[in-house]
């Protein structure tokens, strides 16, 4: 399936959720990954990172597309790539 | 339509970004914004964000889905509220 997760964790966990989820997925912008991911290593994904988040406090909002024709992303402005993660 | 909505603005410029898009879709978390719009409504939205952001640093990123029923929204952890926005 295609997910877009995004994420609002605490500053010390950022960098680690950041890590985890470029193991599983491409990174798009700021706080936002997206990609085809199998059911298997999205399970594995969300218990990974289950064990970095605080569930209290921190939050990881997934959205599941059945189909990835069923969704269009239009950039507007300058598109970022991977290496602005690192810049 | 239904839209997920990301930004990657520059600091000075995220406040009023913020500000348009909550005239027109629904907070999520972080710089995310989602919600139904019409096809006139989302053209009028994009306009006025082109006057405020900057083409050669700033990204927004679009993702247009044909029909909401084709997408899941799963949360894990804390489920972020619009008066989270506030605080």
Redesign the interface.
């Known amino acids: 399936m295609f997910v877009?997760i995004?994420?609002?964790v605490g500053e010390k966990r950022v960098g680690k959720v950041c890590k985890k989820l470029r193991e599983y997925l491409d990174w798009?912008?700021?706080?936002?990954f997206e990609g085809e991911i199998t059911i298997g290593k999205y399970t594995q994904c969300?218990a990974d990172?289950?064990n970095i988040?605080?569930?209290?406090?921190?939050?990881?909002?997934?959205?599941?597309?059945?189909?990835p024709r069923?969704?269009?992303?239009?950039?507007?402005?300058?598109?970022?790539n991977p290496f602005d993660l690192f810049l």
Chains 1, 2 share one sequence.
């Open positions: 877009i995004t994420y609002d798009t912008q700021n706080s936002v969300m990172l289950s988040v605080d569930k209290d406090t921190d939050s990881i909002y997934v959205y599941e597309v059945k189909n069923n969704i269009k992303k239009v950039i507007h402005g300058r598109e970022k």
